[in-house]
């Protein structure tokens, strides 16, 4: 399971940098690629998209079914694997090792045998999950996958025109607890009597979080600001499922791996704020005091 874990993981964050960095894209087409990703693990791989009896699906079973589709669960696992199973850990990465940040890092033979982990464990979880959604479901997620890696080549990169941006991690952080917290509880609530309408506002919520980090990114979007984003989104699954749900349930392993997670977002912290040129205050020339003119004594 190990095995299957990294190289599913593993191999797709790996391989969606190097898409990105190849075609000299952004964290937008990072986003993108994630997001057919999660196609690609939950539509074709596991096809929880497709399966009413998945374990995870909760209401979500039910609520947002129709011809044979989990459309609800559908959109939320895409946009949950888009932003926490590839583009935090690829920018968690890049910000431990900055002087890696515009490098390629997979050679030609490195990127061949991440393609074929990443297909060896498709494989080995398909035949693992048994569900057979028929094949026009199969075909249905690998031609979202094909649209969405067109969309991602060719979504331009963001340059930044200002490097004046001033948001504190007292609004990023809470802003980015409020990403997971509003989809997580919004999605598996069913709040809405109609499916389709948690569909839209879930796709107008995505749009406007893409807005608001496309002006930030334009004002220059800075790493310690990045980091305080991230720090927020990891910082509500480690408060209610590494120290909440865990510590209800015993489980201190994980309680234990959660504070070495948060200990590590810190210690990133530390050396980018190392990095940054620290403003001093300009020195104050001394007043010229006027020479005196009295004869000494």
């Known amino acids: 399971m190990t ?5 599913l993981y593993g191999s797709g964050a ?3 940098r190097d898409y990105a960095r190849r075609w000299q894209k952004g964290w937008r087409s990072i986003l993108i690629l994630g997001a057919a990703y999660g196609i690609i693990e939950e539509g074709i791989m596991v096809r929880s998209f497709f399966n009413p009896v998945w374990k995870d699906l909760g209401v979500l079973g039910t609520y947002g079914r129709w011809l044979g589709t989990n459309w609800v669960w559908a959109e939320w696992l895409a946009i949950f694997h888009a932003i926490f199973s590839i583009t935090i850990p690829i920018f968690l990465v890049e910000l431990t090792f900055p002087q890696s940040k515009t ?7 490195m990127r ?3 393609h074929g982990l990443l297909v060896l464990a498709i494989i080995l979880g398909f035949f693992a999950f048994p569900y057979d959604p028929g094949v026009l479901a199969i075909a249905g997620c690998i031609a979202a996958v094909v649209a969405l890696g067109w969309f991602a080549k060719r979504i331009s990169k963001i340059s930044p025109v200002q490097r004046n941006l001033k948001v504190s991690w007292k609004i990023l952080v809470p802003l980015g607890f409020s990403v997971p917290a509003v989809f997580f509880f919004f999605f598996n609530s069913a709040l809405i009597p109609i499916a389709a309408g948690t569909m839209i506002i879930g796709a107008f919520m995505v749009l406007g979080y893409e807005r608001l980090l496309t002006s930030w990114a334009r004002k220059g979007f800075n790493d310690l600001q990045k980091l305080g984003l991230m720090t927020g989104a990891i910082g509500f699954f480690a408060l209610f499922f590494d120290f909440i749900l865990d510590l209800l349930l015993g489980r201190i392993g994980t309680i234990v791996l959660g504070v070495v997670f948060i200990t590590y977002l810190l210690w990133i912290r530390k050396n980018i704020l ?3 040129p620290r403003i001093q205050d300009p020195v104050q020339p001394k007043p010229n ?3 005196s003119t009295e004869p000494s004594l």
């Open 3 to 7: 095995f299957l874990l990294a190289s």
């Open 14 to 16: 790996l391989l969606v």
């Open 103 to 109: 490098r390629i890092w997979l050679s030609s033979r």
């Open 112 to 114: 061949v045998l991440f």
């Open 274 to 276: 190392a990095r940054l």
């Open 289 to 291: 005091m006027p020479k």
